[in-house]
C-alpha cells in the first residue's frame, strides 16, 4: 500500500446536552434516534423544497443535507461511480448506558465524527443541534440546551469548541486519519463491540471472522475517502482481503441482539440485529492494523452511521 499518512481526515466531538425537561430515549441504541432528529432538524433548516426527493432535487449538489443524508456518486467520479451506496460522511457514537430517561440535571452525552469535507458543514451540525434543542427529541419531545462541545480529534486533553456559558463556537483543531495509528505490539488483539455488528460476504450475513471485518472496513475507508478526501486508497485490494482471510479467530464471546425501529421519513418499520461481544484475532496483524484503529472512529458493517459496528480495540487484555 501507498502512503496512507493523509487519508481519510475527520474530527471527533463530544456533544454535552442539558434536558431543560425529561428526554426518553430507547434503552439501546439511542443513535437510531440522534441521527434521525439531527437529520430532521438539518433538512427543516436547509430545504427549500421539502415536498421534492432528494434523487430529484435539482439543488442537491449544494445542499447540505444532501451531502451529510442523500450522498451519491459526483457526475465526474471516475471511480466507484457506479456504487449507488454511497456511505454517509458522519457517524454517530450513542450513549452505552442503558438510561431510558434523562432528567433536567442528567447530562445527555453522545459523540459524532465529521469526515473529509463534511468538516466544512460543521456550523449547520451545531446550528440544527442548537434548534433541535428547542423543538425537543425522542418520546415526548424532551428539549434541552447545548451544555459545551469538545473536540478529541487532537492529542492531549480534549479542546473545548462550545461553551455554554461564553456562547462562542470555535473551529475544532486537529485531525484523525489513517496514518496515525500507534506501533502494534505483535500478537493477538481483542476486538469489543460495543453495539450490534452486522457484516454480509457473499451476498449472506456472516459473524465478526476477521477476514469480514477486515475487508468492510478497507471498503468502507477507501469510499469515504474517496467521495469526500478526493483521494482513494492504493493497495492490491485482492491481496489485503487473502491475507485478512489467515488471520485466525483465536476466542469469541458474542451474542445476537435485535432491536426494532421506525423511519419516520419512510414510514416503515425495520429490525436492526447483529452480534454484541468480544471476539480475539491472531495472526500476521501489521497490514491490516491502521485500518483496525480507524475503525473504532468509523465502526463497520451495516447502519454505521448512526452508531452499529461501534468496537473498541484491547491489546492488552488477550
Known amino acids: 500500500m501507498a502512503s496512507h499518512v493523509t487519508i ?7 456533544f454535552t446536552l442539558e434536558p431543560e425537561e425529561p428526554i426518553r430515549l430507547p434503552r439501546m441504541n439511542k443513535g437510531i434516534t440522534l441521527r434521525g432528529a439531527f437529520g430532521t432538524s438539518l433538512r427543516r433548516l436547509v430545504c427549500s423544497e421539502r415536498e421534492t426527493s432528494c434523487d430529484s432535487c435539482r439543488a442537491r449538489p449544494a445542499c447540505p443535507y444532501g451531502v451529510v443524508f442523500a450522498p451519491r456518486p459526483p457526475e465526474e467520479a471516475s471511480r466507484l461511480r457506479l456504487n449507488r451506496d454511497v456511505p454517509r460522511p458522519f457517524v454517530i457514537k450513542p450513549p452505552l448506558d442503558g438510561k431510558e430517561v434523562y432528567e433536567p440535571g442528567e447530562p445527555l452525552c453522545f459523540e459524532m465524527v465529521l469526515v473529509g469535507k463534511c468538516r466544512e458543514l460543521f456550523p449547520y451540525v451545531m446550528v440544527s443541534i442548537n434548534e433541535l434543542g428547542r423543538t425537543g427529541i425522542g418520546v415526548g419531545r424532551g428539549r434541552f440546551t447545548i451544555g459545551h462541545v469538545e473536540s478529541l480529534s487532537g492529542s492531549g486533553a480534549p479542546q473545548e469548541v462550545m461553551n455554554r456559558g461564553d456562547n462562542l463556537v470555535r473551529t475544532p483543531r486537529g485531525e484523525i486519519h489513517l496514518g496515525q495509528a500507534p506501533d502494534l505490539k505483535p500478537g493477538a488483539l481483542r476486538l469489543r463491540f460495543l453495539t450490534p455488528v452486522l457484516l ?3 451476498g449472506q450475513w456472516v459473524r465478526p471472522s476477521f477476514g469480514a471485518v477486515a475487508k468492510r472496513l478497507r ?29 485466525r479467530l483465536l476466542h469469541e464471546e458474542l451474542r445476537w441482539v435485535e432491536e426494532r425501529r421506525f423511519s419516520k421519513h419512510r414510514n416503515l418499520s425495520h429490525t436492526l440485529k447483529g452480534w454484541v461481544g468480544d471476539v480475539v484475532y491472531e495472526g500476521d ?3 491490516f492494523w491502521p485500518f483496525l484503529w480507524l475503525g473504532q472512529y468509523l465502526h463497520v458493517g451495516k447502519a454505521s452511521a448512526f452508531g452499529q459496528g461501534w468496537y473498541e480495540i484491547d491489546t492488552k487484555d488477550v
Open 8 to 14: 481519510c481526515p475527520l474530527w471527533h466531538l463530544r
Open 200 to 202: 454480509k460476504e457473499r
Open 219 to 247: 471498503d468502507r475507508i477507501n469510499a469515504l475517502s474517496y467521495f469526500y478526501c478526493g483521494k482513494a486508497i492504493e493497495m492490491d485490494f485482492r491481496e489485503f482481503g487473502f491475507k485478512a482471510d489467515k488471520v
Open 285 to 287: 496483524l501489521e497490514t
